[in-house]
């Protein structure tokens, strides 16, 4: 059973959903910049592309040559030789920033203070309290923060969330989330790829891959937050972690009992690796069922996209040996492009925030997730010592809400 709080975040992210949907069109799109010459860049300028309210103005590299190669490449018009001036543009309302994360805080804070809305790449920060930080300069100056998760705004995790809600896992839901996402690196990617590099991004795999997992979790459980965590540094390079694995666990509410009146705790364990064959499986398993998909950050096609139900396992003796029988339901969605509705429903947001309203859905999970994250590494630091989550308590201050 949800709390107030989480049912206040439920209605927050529906209605950030509803509002704004016309202010932005194909006469008037919004004008969205973007820092950095980055790969990812290329898929999102893609999504935007098949989007008539989003319009990609401007791309940027600290090297004129560069920007105005990539903008050729990706078909956008206009190319800048620095960030500073697509923050200084007057035609821009907001940016993209998928530069290395020890590099956000500073671009964040530049461009909040220009007064342009926010799409950070994951993981959004290296600690919570630099994320804290920046969402408030966000928040001060009027401007919305988004974190780029882009498996949250497929229609597939919206029925989901229904089948969920409607009880099909169990009468207390989702009770344990598994999950494994994963691809194996080159040595190219090893030797000069920036997610390898500690002064550029020092959370590794955890930030690059476990990010996806941990949302994944908070999704399950209604966005609240792990009491607990325990995370293991398995290998690490250069001092990034390249293979992790971690759990978190969830307190239960008032008077959720298990059977037998055992105490009921939700919990959830992660692993990701840039050492192993590509892996994004999920189980999200109750009492009485189980959903289960393996293409959980990036589906495997745009036309559509699965996940499994199973529940009523059966087992009978046979003369043969045991067989075992469920019910299996293959859910299957309709064309669906992930990575434009992320950038369609930033636009959304943007624009209900300029309507005044305030959206603290998605600075809040982003938040959730990274002191997700800071837990897990501080308990890899203590060689997988049981420590809190939030220990700051950022997520109960009052600055953001």
Same mark, same amino acid.
């Given at each position: 059973?949800? !709390?107030?709080?989480e049912?206040a975040?439920?209605?927050?992210?529906?209605?950030?959903?509803k =509002?704004?949907?016309?202010?932005?069109?194909k006469?008037?799109?919004?004008?969205?910049?973007?820092?950095?010459?980055?790969?990812?860049?290329?898929?999102?300028? #893609?999504?935007?592309?098949?989007?008539?309210?989003?319009?990609?103005?401007?791309?940027?590299?600290?090297?004129?040559?560069?920007?105005?190669?990539?903008?050729?490449?990706?078909?956008?018009?206009k190319?800048?030789?620095?960030?500073?001036?697509?923050?200084?543009?007057?035609?821009?309302d907001?940016?993209?920033?998928?530069?290395?994360?020890?590099?956000?805080?500073e671009?964040?804070g530049?461009?909040?203070?220009?007064?342009k809305?926010?799409?950070?790449?994951?993981?959004?920060?290296?600690? #919570?309290?630099?994320?804290?930080?920046?969402?408030?300069?966000?928040?001060?100056?009027?401007?919305?923060?988004?974190?780029? =998760?882009?498996f949250?705004?497929?229609?597939?995790?919206?029925?989901?969330?229904?089948?969920?809600?409607?009880?099909?896992l169990?009468?207390?839901?989702?009770?344990?989330?598994?999950?494994?996402?994963?691809?194996?690196?080159?040595? &190219?990617?090893?030797?000069s790829?920036?997610?390898?590099?500690?002064?550029?991004?020092?959370l590794?795999a955890?930030?690059?891959?476990?990010?996806?997992?941990v949302?994944?979790?908070?999704?399950?459980?209604?966005?609240?937050?792990p009491?607990?965590?325990?995370g293991r540094?398995?290998? #690490?390079?250069?001092?990034?972690?390249? &293979?992790?694995?971690?759990?978190?666990?969830?307190?239960?509410?008032?008077?959720?009992?298990?059977?037998?009146?055992?105490?009921l705790?939700?919990?959830? !364990?992660?692993?990701?690796?840039?050492?192993?064959?590509?892996?994004?499986?999920?189980?999200?398993?109750?009492?009485?069922?189980?959903?289960a998909?393996?293409?959980?950050?990036?589906?495997?096609?745009?036309?559509s996209?699965?996940?499994?139900?199973?529940?009523?396992?059966? !087992?009978?003796?046979?003369?043969?040996?045991?067989e075992?029988?469920?019910?299996?339901?293959?859910?299957?969605?309709?064309?669906?492009?992930?990575?434009a509705?992320?950038?369609?429903n930033?636009?959304?947001?943007?624009?209900?925030?300029k309507?005044?309203?305030n959206?603290?859905?998605?600075p809040?999970?982003?938040?959730?997730?990274?002191?997700?994250?800071?837990?897990?590494?501080d308990?890899?630091?203590?060689?997988?010592?049981?420590?809190?989550?939030?220990?700051?308590?950022?997520?109960?201050?009052? &600055?953001?809400?």
């Amino acid at each position: 059973m949800a !709390t107030k709080k989480e049912d206040a975040l439920q209605a927050a992210h529906a209605l950030a959903k509803k =509002v704004g949907g016309d202010t932005y069109t194909k006469e008037n799109p919004m004008r969205l910049g973007v820092i950095s010459t980055a790969n990812i860049a290329r898929k999102v300028i #893609s999504g935007v592309q098949a989007l008539d309210t989003v319009k990609v103005t401007v791309v940027s590299s600290r090297n004129l040559e560069k920007a105005q190669q990539f903008a050729k490449d990706v078909g956008v018009d206009k190319a800048y030789g620095s960030y500073e001036e697509v923050l200084a543009d007057p035609e821009i309302d907001a940016v993209y920033v998928p530069l290395p994360t020890s590099t956000h805080a500073e671009w964040v804070g530049k461009a909040a203070k220009a007064g342009k809305h926010v799409l950070c790449e994951k993981p959004c920060a290296l600690d #919570s309290k630099q994320l804290f930080a920046m969402l408030l300069e966000c928040k001060e100056n009027n401007v919305h923060f988004m974190d780029n =998760v882009m498996f949250m705004h497929h229609d597939r995790l919206r029925m989901m969330r229904e089948r969920i809600d409607d009880g099909f896992l169990g009468k207390h839901g989702a009770t344990h989330v598994s999950s494994i996402f994963s691809f194996r690196s080159s040595e &190219e990617f090893v030797t000069s790829n920036i997610r390898m590099n500690p002064d550029l991004d020092a959370l590794g795999a955890l930030g690059d891959l476990g990010w996806y997992n941990v949302r994944m979790a908070l999704f399950a459980f209604g966005w609240r937050k792990p009491s607990t965590a325990q995370g293991r540094i398995l290998i #690490s390079h250069n001092k990034v972690p390249i &293979e992790f694995s971690g759990v978190l666990t969830w307190d239960p509410e008032d008077g959720e009992e298990d059977v037998a009146g055992i105490k009921l705790q939700r919990s959830t !364990t992660l692993y990701c690796s840039f050492l192993h064959g590509k892996q994004q499986h999920v189980q999200i398993t109750g009492s009485d069922g189980m959903i289960a998909l393996d293409d959980f950050v990036n589906t495997r096609s745009t036309k559509s996209a699965v996940f499994l139900e199973e529940s009523d396992h059966q !087992t009978t003796m046979t003369e043969d040996g045991p067989e075992t029988e469920s019910k299996r339901n293959l859910v299957k969605t309709g064309p669906w492009r992930q990575e434009a509705e992320t950038v369609a429903n930033f636009a959304r947001q943007v624009a209900a925030c300029k309507q005044g309203q305030n959206i603290d859905f998605w600075p809040r999970i982003a938040l959730l997730t990274q002191v997700c994250c800071d837990a897990l590494l501080d308990s890899a630091a203590k060689d997988g010592v049981v420590v809190d989550v939030d220990p700051l308590g950022l997520l109960e201050r009052d &600055e953001l809400k």
